[in-house]
C-alpha cells in the first residue's frame, strides 16, 4: 500500500502579497480610466477660447457680401408710388401694410360701395400712396382723396357761428391735406349750390408746395361777410354732369331743390375718380326725395292755377310790397351788426343768398301779403335714386376695374337747428350704401373741439 500524499499549505505571506497587488492593479485601472474619460469629454480651458473666436469673426463677412445686392431691388420698389426715397423705410412698410384690410369694416349697400373694397382694388400695387385720413373724427386710409367743402353762405350764418366756425374748417382741410403722404393724389372740391371750383383741373400728389399752393387759393373763401360763398367769384361755375347722359335721372339733378343740389353734387364727386370722398356741409339728408319734371296733366292743371284771378291779384299785391320789406330787412340787420360791432364780433351772415322771403323769414319779419306758391314739386322716390347711383357707380367704377369708393359726411349744423329723425335716418343709409360714415357738429364751440386733423400722422 502506497502512503497518502501530505497536503500542502498556502504560505499566509505570500497570499497578502498577492492580494494588495490586485487592489492596486484595480485602483490603478479605475484611476486612468477617469483620467481617459476626462480628456475625451470635457475640452480644457483653451478649446472654450478658440471656437468663439471663429464664429464672431466669420458670419459678418457673410452678412456682407448677402447684403450687396437688395439696394437695387429696393430701388425698384420705391419708383411707382412718388414717394421721396428719404421716407421710406422698412419698418414703415411692415407696420403699414398690415393694417390696410381694417380701413373699412362697414358691410356694402347698393353696388358693394366700401367694403374693404380699397385694400383690394391695389392688386400689384405696394401702397406706398395710401395715407391715413382723420377729418373731424371720420376715419379712413386711402390713396385717392376728394375733400368737397359747402361753402354757401349758410355755412357763416351766425347761427352756426359765423365766419370764425368756417375758419376752423379751412383749417381742418388744410392741415390734413399738410399731413398726407406724399405718394397720395388729392383734389378739393368748393361748392355754393351748382356753383363749383376745384383747386386743380385733376388729382395732385400731396406735398410741401402743393399745401402752400392750397392755403393761398382757399384763404379768401368766407372770409368777408359781404362776400360769402363764391358769390361773384369768377373761377366758379356750373359743371356737367358726364355720366348716364340717357337716364332721364341724370336730368332731373339739374332741376332746383337741396335734395336734387345733393345729388348732382354726389355725382360730380364720383366722377373725380376717387377712393375716398369727405363731404362738410350744412345740409344733407341723404336720399330723400328729388324734384322731377312735370307730367303734362300736372302742367296742364299748374297752367290753370296760375292763370285765375285769385292768384294773379295775390302775387301782385306780394310783389307790390317786396322794395319796402328789403328796406326792413337792410335796417333791421344794420341794427344787428352794430351790435355786434360794439362786441367786437364779425357782420351777421344771413342764410338766404338771394329771395327776400328767404331773408325775410330768418329775420322774423312778417309779410302784410304772402305769396300763393310757387309750382308743385313732384318726387322720386329713394329707392329710384338708390338705384340710379348703383347703376352710376357700376358705369364709373366697376365695370372698369376700379375700386368702388366711399363718402363720408360731416354735417354742420346750428345748435338749434332741427335735424329730424327721418332726416338722420336717411343721411345713414346714404353713407352706408357708399361704405362711409357721418357725423353731426353743432355750433361753432362744438366744430372747434372736433378737429381732428393735425392729430394723424403719415
Known amino acids: 500500500m502506497l502512503p497518502k500524499p501530505k497536503k500542502t499549505k498556502m504560505n499566509p505571506m505570500l497570499m497578502k502579497v498577492i492580494l494588495i497587488s490586485v487592489a492596486l492593479h484595480a485602483l490603478a485601472g479605475l484611476v486612468a480610466g477617469f483620467i481617459t474619460i476626462a480628456n475625451i469629454v470635457i475640452p480644457d480651458d483653451a478649446q472654450f477660447d478658440e471656437a468663439p473666436k471663429v464664429a464672431e469673426e466669420e458670419p459678418p463677412k457673410e452678412v456682407k457680401v448677402k447684403l450687396r445686392p437688395k439696394p437695387p431691388s429696393q430701388e425698384n420698389l420705391r419708383k411707382p408710388s412718388i414717394k421721396p426715397l428719404g421716407k421710406i423705410a422698412v419698418s414703415q412698410v411692415a407696420v403699414d401694410l ?7 369694416t362697414i358691410s356694402a349697400g347698393f353696388g358693394n360701395f366700401g367694403g374693404g373694397s380699397l385694400l383690394g382694388s391695389s392688386r400689384g400695387n405696394i401702397g406706398m400712396g395710401f395715407s391715413e385720413v382723420n377729418v373731424f ?46 405718394g397720395t393724389l388729392f383734389n378739393v372740391l368748393l361748392h355754393d349750390r351748382r356753383d363749383m371750383m376745384l383747386f386743380k383741373p385733376k388729382l395732385v400728389s400731396a406735398g410741401s408746395d402743393t ?29 356737367e354732369l358726364t355720366a ?21 353734387i354726389t355725382q360730380f364727386a364720383l366722377e373725380q375718380g376717387v377712393d375716398a370722398i369727405f363731404m ?31 292768384y294773379k291779384a295775390q302775387l301782385a299785391a306780394h310783389d307790390k310790397e317786396v322794395p319796402s320789406m328789403q328796406k326792413r330787412i337792410k335796417a333791421a340787420l344794420a341794427k344787428i351788426n352794430a351790435e355786434r360791432a360794439k362786441k367786437n364780433q364779425p357782420p351777421r351772415v344771413l342764410g338766404r343768398r338771394t329771395g327776400v322771403r328767404g331773408q325775410a323769414r330768418e329775420l322774423g319779419l312778417k309779410w302784410k301779403n304772402e305769396h300763393p306758391g310757387g309750382s308743385p314739386n313732384p318726387k322720386l322716390s329713394p329707392k329710384q335714386i338708390e338705384d340710379y347711383y348703383k347703376k352710376l357707380v357700376d358705369t364709373l367704377y366697376t365695370t372698369v376695374g376700379r375700386p368702388e369708393p366711399s363718402i363720408n359726411v360731416v354735417l354742420f349744423l346750428a345748435g338749434d337747428e332741427e335735424m329730424k329723425p327721418e332726416w338722420e335716418d336717411s343721411l345713414n343709409d346714404y353713407v352706408r350704401s357708399f361704405g362711409g360714415k357721418k357725423r353731426i357738429i353743432r355750433g361753432l364751440n362744438e366744430i372747434k373741439r372736433a378737429q381732428t386733423s393735425a392729430e394723424t400722422q403719415n
Do not use: C
Not at 98 to 104: A, E, I, L, N, T
Not at 212 to 217: A, F, H, I, P, R
Not at 245 to 263: F, H, R, V
Open 137 to 182: 373724427g371720420l376715419k379712413t386710409k386711402a390713396e385717392r382723396i376728394l375733400f368737397v367743402v359747402d361753402v354757401n353762405r349758410e355755412m357763416v350764418s351766425d347761427k352756426k357761428g359765423g365766419l370764425n366756425s368756417f375758419r376752423v374748417i379751412k383749417d381742418e382741410i388744410t392741415n390734413m391735406v399738410g399731413n398726407l403722404n406724399s
Open 280 to 310: 362738410i356741409t350744412g345740409y344733407h339728408r341723404g336720399f330723400e326725395e328729388m324734384r322731377r319734371v312735370l307730367t303734362p296733366e300736372e302742367r296742364k292743371e299748374w297752367e290753370e292755377l296760375r292763370s285765375s284771378e285769385a
Open 244 to 264: 348716364l347722359s340717357e337716364d332721364p335721372i341724370q336730368g332731373y339733378l339739374s332741376i332746383s331743390g337741396q335734395a336734387n343740389e345733393t345729388g348732382f
Open 98 to 104: 398690415p393694417s390696410m384690410g381694417d380701413s373699412f
Open 211 to 239: 399745401h402752400q399752393e392750397l392755403l393761398k387759393w382757399i384763404a379768401p373763401i368766407n372770409s368777408n361777410a359781404g362776400r360769402p360763398g363764391l358769390e361773384g367769384n369768377r373761377a366758379a361755375n356750373k359743371p
